[in-house]
């Protein structure tokens, strides 16, 4: 058996696949919103779509369409980019325990197609800092459905980018799944708190250039996020 198969023939795959799937609608919508939004910012659909597949971050796409089709200084638009994405950094600090053994090209695969809401299942399924074999085929499961979700609605939006209207209000609806779709995650202190604060804090900074309100945001929620978890650890590592 070849070692794909294995892996997708594997019960803890199919878990992640499963639990990805609940918010898999949700992904779509947004993917769907940020395609529109590309195209409709001027952005040729040839250059959005290989930006959708290369990019793989909704957040940078939304941010650096714009400024690529008003024609702004490349590192303006690299700046922009890296400030929205330097959260990655932080979720594969937290990964290290996990997934540091595995080899470098391994890691950097796994890197490329991991997401923000495959970083929270993760978590959620295996909330003790230690490698096991089973979070391979989870890790797998989980940002596949992602991955598959995201990129089927956003190249969607970028086929029918000139065909919308923007009175139809496709950005509101996008925002209200995404926010629906992250409130279904919200089930204690430990989640919700650290989301009331990165909402407060992306707010409270929105005048800052650049988007870095979200870097803001990101960096107050992950404080408080680790407080919690140091503070009040989970129920699974503290009785050990």
């Not at 940078?60 to 690529?68: D, F, K």
Request: hydrophobic letters at 55%; aromatic letters at 10%; one cysteine or more.
């Amino acid at each position: 058996m070849r070692p794909w198969q294995a892996l997708i023939r594997h019960a803890e795959y199919r878990r992640g696949a499963r639990e990805m799937g609940g918010v898999a609608l949700g992904l779509a919508a947004w993917g769907l919103v940020t395609g529109v939004a590309m195209v409709q910012s001027g952005l040729d659909p040839w250059l959005a779509a290989l930006m959708s597949i290369t990019v793989f971050s909704g957040t940078a796409q939304l941010a650096v369409a714009p400024l690529i089709a008003s024609g702004a200084p490349i590192w303006v638009v690299w700046a922009t980019a890296t400030c929205l994405n330097l959260r990655f950094v932080v979720f594969s600090a937290l990964w290290r325990p996990y997934l540091a053994h595995l080899p470098l090209g391994r890691r950097a695969r796994m890197a490329f197609f991991a997401a923000d809401l495959n970083y929270v299942m993760f978590m959620l399924r295996f909330p003790e800092p230690r490698p096991l074999p089973e979070q391979i085929p989870y890790f797998w499961g989980g940002v596949l459905v992602n991955a598959g979700s995201w990129h089927l609605g956003s190249l969607l939006g970028i086929a029918l980018g000139h065909h919308i209207p923007a009175q139809w209000g496709l950005g509101f609806a996008g925002t209200v799944a995404l926010l629906a779709m992250t409130c279904s995650l919200l089930s204690d202190r430990s989640t919700w708190l650290p989301a009331l604060v990165g909402g407060s804090a992306a707010v409270a900074a929105f005048a800052l250039p650049l988007r870095l309100n979200m870097l803001v945001a990101i960096a107050a929620a992950v404080l408080v996020g680790t407080v919690i978890d140091r503070t009040h650890p989970p129920k699974s590592a503290s009785a050990k």
